[in-house]
């Protein structure tokens, strides 16, 4: 499973790289003489209803879809990683009321609530990547002190408290490499679903606006056609499915082989 995930990853990778040079037409060139085209041999995913190039815009729609994802999955994680620590780590009253901030995010569904916050900024890529983001931070803030709450008590953390190791080095030298191996396999397969949840905000009109090259935004245009060209919707779902299924397969294999990452997180063990 791992290999295969890491097959359909590094192949999104590549396409978001060298997408450019990749793609057989522009993903913004109307030809309204070539509308609703069939797979072909100058067309090989045929054309939408404006006659542009349906590869040319899955390949684009790569890139901004694989970005889109990181870069909200990295501000979540900054936010819920931050949280989660100083959680963990202070405890008390602080470890309290950022806790019940948690469980007060947590309490509704972050779709629900990402659609909320979207309806205060405004429909847009960004405006959805930021509301979601500051929606899926919580998972990581919880997961993450769980985890400072289960090495919080091991023998390597008491000695480095009591040889009066100060709070940034205790976190950075102590903490964060022993918690790196299961937040990087949350990681793996949460990305998964934050690609799927940005291509359902694009699908409803929320995210990334026409013209813009995105699956969910080709899904959205695809369904007014689905009876006459129904593959205007068979390939931006195939490609949305094959992603999710990449980092679903490579965070299952991480489990699988999690002793293969058991050095990321034993490096502060060995020096106490």
């Keep these: ?51 542009r190039c349906v590869l040319s815009r899955l390949i684009e729609g790569a890139r901004r879809s694989l970005s889109s994802a990181l870069l909200t999955q990295t501000i979540a994680l900054f936010i819920g990683i931050s949280i989660g620590l100083l959680s963990g780590y202070r405890g008390g009253g602080v470890d309290f009321l950022l806790m019940r901030l948690v469980d007060l995010t ?18 847009g890529l960004q405006n959805a990547m930021i ?24 023998q390597f953390i008491e000695a480095a408290r009591s040889l009066g190791v100060g709070p940034f080095r205790m976190i950075t030298h102590h903490y964060l490499p022993n ?13 998964g679903r934050v690609i799927f949840t940005l291509s359902g905000l694009s699908f409803l009109g929320l995210g990334a606006q026409p013209p813009i090259p995105d699956w969910g935004a080709m899904l959205n245009e695809g369904r007014l056609y689905l009876s006459t060209s129904p ?42």
């Design 106 to 123: 947590l309490a509704f569904p972050s779709l629900i609530l990402s659609l909320a916050l979207i309806g205060l900024i405004g429909p």
């Design 131 to 154: 509301a979601f983001a500051l929606v899926h931070w919580a998972i990581y803030a919880r997961f993450v002190r769980g985890l400072v709450l289960e090495i919080k008590g091991k």
């Design 179 to 191: 918690i790196f191996s299961p937040l990087l396999i949350l990681t793996s397969l949460d990305t």
């Design 1 to 51: 499973m791992k290999i295969l995930g890491l097959i359909i990853i590094s192949t999104l990778l590549i396409l978001s790289l060298c997408g450019p040079y990749l793609i057989p037409h522009s993903p913004l060139e109307i030809n309204l003489n070539r509308r609703f085209e069939g797979p072909n041999k100058i067309y090989p995913f045929g054309t939408d209803h404006l006659g």
């Design 231 to 272: 593959h205007l919707m068979l390939f931006p779902g195939l490609a949305i499915f094959i992603a999710v299924m990449g980092f679903y397969l490579l965070g299952e294999g991480m489990v699988e082989y999690k002793k293969d990452f058991s050095f990321l997180g034993t490096r502060s063990k060995n020096k106490d």
